[in-house]
């Protein structure tokens, strides 16, 4: 199993990034794909997940209505798009598989 997770940077308040995460190894199609992040100090939280099934797709209340989860099926990728910046979106993003495996992490930086 592979998640790899690209998009990551410093950006400023107010700006945007999109995260991606690259899957392989395992079936994508029926997957609970996940993405979560860890600040410093901090343990590690959920953000946002989308049940591959369903397609329904909920987001922690911070981010709610500046992020977006989305999957492309043929790509076999997971993206976070990430709007409105704030300096509290600081951290280490994580894409997650069944929340069993786990990508190597990508950081965000929001500041000016």
């Known amino acids: 199993v592979q998640l790899v997770e690209s998009g990551g940077g410093l950006v400023q308040p107010g700006g945007s990034l999109r995260l991606s995460c690259a899957a392989s190894?395992?079936?994508?199609?029926?997957?609970?794909m996940s993405w979560h992040r860890q600040a410093l100090g901090k343990e590690r939280e959920l953000v946002a997940e989308?049940?591959?099934?369903?397609?329904?797709?909920n987001y922690a209340e911070s981010v709610k209505g500046r992020f977006t989860m989305s999957t492309d099926y043929v790509e076999k990728t997971v993206y976070l798009q990430m709007s409105n910046l704030k300096p509290e979106d600081t951290a280490v993003y994580y894409c997650?598989?069944?929340?069993?495996?786990w990508g190597q992490g990508v950081q965000v930086t929001v500041s000016s």
């Open positions: 997650s598989a069944n929340r069993a495996w």
């Open positions: 989308i049940d591959s099934a369903s397609g329904r797709t």
């Open positions: 190894g395992f079936t994508f199609s029926s997957a609970f």
